[in-house]
């Protein structure tokens, strides 16, 4: 098992060196635009990325209809709506990607990669790039129905829904690089993918809101990896956040996406899994 050695390389690099910014910034976008290539043409990925978060949206907002709701502050298109950010999150973010990163190992793509000038970090970075910018254009798609179909409001704050949005992005992405890993080809990454899946749905709010859980348990359930971000997302999108709630979402969010950064430098496979 190989491990990534760009860190040092930048620890040793000029900071401010605009010729080297701009080459790696050519090189991101090559790649990114390649990978993109490759997703478009995947339609089987490009249909279940669009239409499995529309059935999983409807599915919540059919669960949410024998929840009682009442005292919790929230609609039921409100929190559907907002699970569904967490529903695009996992599956076109990070399911996503670590069938990506996975077919790219298996094919010697990551590894014939790193023998030219591009650095470990724009390879995992450009090959996230177009499930992020499609999970994006997704999240926005959302906001535009909630406001045009649902009578919502546009985000109450901004600055907390873009937040959520950006630690989502990053940990999904880091998360699925650090599950492609414990994955030995892209079969199984059905099997590996499951656990955050079912976890993130059930108990971060996406299904149902912690509003509506007991105290204990919902303290339990704060401590998840997308808890965190789906809570920023909400509060940041419907309002109504208490300053300690946020902060303990926000340090939930970062935590695991530091944790996550950290498993991809130490344990990412470059090469093909024996």
Known sequence: MTTPTVLADDRT??????????????????????????????????????????????????????????????????????????????????????????????????????????????????????????????????????????????????ELFLLGLLVGFVMMAALAAATSAMTRTVQTSQLTTLPLFFVSLFGSGIFVPLDVFPDRLASVLELLPLTGVMSLVRHGWLGNAETGDLLTAGVAALAWTGFAVFAVQRWFRWDPRG
């Open 13 to 158: 690099a000029p900071r401010h060196s605009p010729s080297k910014g701009s080459a790696s910034g050519r090189r991101l976008a090559a790649l990114a635009r390649a990978e993109l290539i490759l997703l478009v043409r995947n339609r089987s990925a490009i249909f279940l990325a669009l239409v499995l978060p529309v059935v999983m949206i409807f599915s919540i907002r059919a669960s949410l209809q024998q929840i009682d709701l009442a005292g919790t502050g929230l609609s039921i298109a409100g929190a559907a709506l907002t699970g569904g950010i967490g529903i695009v999150l996992v599956q076109v973010v990070y399911m996503n990607l670590v069938t990506g990163y996975v077919t790219r190992r298996e094919e010697l793509v990551l590894k014939g990669l790193r023998t030219g000038e591009v650095t470990d970090r724009e390879i995992l970075t450009a090959t996230a790039l177009p499930s992020v910018a499609l999970a994006l254009l997704q999240c926005v798609l959302l906001v535009v129905a909630g406001a045009i179909a649902f009578d919502l409001t546009a985000p109450k704050r901004p």
